[in-house]
């Protein structure tokens, strides 16, 4: 689950503090469309997150979210907030002009083809609801990640080796609102989440399995700590592909589309 920036497959999973002006959404297990705008709120709070461990500021309006500079790679420049958003509500302030410009469109309902993007990918917004059954128990130990040694080892699994983009720093450890977690089986480093508590839920991303690791044990590892560091809130993320599958089989459902739209330089 990488791109919630551009893993997404790197692309879709990392395409994402509390979000500023932000309230949470009172959300129910059965209530779709809330959940899914709770969702896209949740995943912007976080790349704003990840984004202010960088020094790039970002804008919260009512309808999207938007960075006027160019955000860390993989992850988008901007994010609609409400299914009724529309270009006009975020696209002005965006650099268009430099490589990498990207939109995130929460509810595949924008097209953006006349203002030059071309659509990079399509994903699900997944949910897995408090109520359900613990996942089976997991032989993975769970370690937070507290220091920026052990962050630069987790970035370097997460990217499958050396050499991979400066995405994730050590700012982003002080963020009272995310929880990055290592998953270790004896002293080896096995997988990793990223988990954010916003717009009352959680959300979970950047999920990799080390080559060789059980990858629906890091699901399972990533649900429990999910429900020990936030209890009683359900779970969101988006995913596509075998990583939908992998959600799917550990109890989430999909919420609806989502679709990101890469500017063409």
Request: negative net charge; hydrophobic residues 40%; glycine residues 10%.
């Amino acid at each position: 689950m990488r791109i919630q920036g551009i893993r997404c497959t790197r692309l879709a999973h990392s395409f994402g503090r509390g979000m500023s002006g932000c309230q949470s959404v009172p959300v129910t297990s059965t209530d779709t469309d809330a959940l899914r705008t709770a969702a896209a709120r949740n995943n912007a709070g976080w790349c704003a997150a990840l984004c202010r461990s960088h020094g790039v500021p970002g804008t919260f309006g009512p309808m999207a979210w938007w960075s006027a500079r160019r955000t860390p790679p993989y992850y988008p420049d901007a994010i609609t907030l409400h299914q009724d958003a529309v270009p006009a509500d975020f696209l002005t302030p965006l650099d268009t002009a430099a490589p990498g410009c990207s939109v995130k469109d929460s509810f595949a309902t924008l097209d953006l083809r006349s203002s030059g993007f071309v659509e990079l990918f399509d994903a699900q917004w997944i949910h897995r609801a408090p109520e359900l059954p613990a996942p089976q128990t997991s032989a993975l130990r769970t370690a937070r990640v507290s220091t920026a040694a052990r962050l630069l080892d987790w970035q370097v699994a997460w990217h499958g080796g050396d050499g991979g983009p400066d995405v994730f720093r050590p700012p982003l450890l002080d963020e009272p609102s995310v929880r990055v977690l290592a998953f270790h089986e004896g002293d080896e480093l096995s997988g990793g989440v990223v988990l954010n508590h916003d717009a009352g839920l959680v959300g979970l991303s950047n999920l990799f399995a080390v080559n060789g690791t059980d990858v629906a044990a890091v699901w399972s590892s990533a649900i429990s700590a999910a429900a020990r560091h936030f209890p009683g809130l359900p779970l969101v993320g988006y995913e596509h592909g075998n990583d939908l599958a992998h959600a799917r089989a550990s109890g989430f459902s999909a919420l609806g589309p989502l679709r990101v739209w890469l500017h063409e330089a």
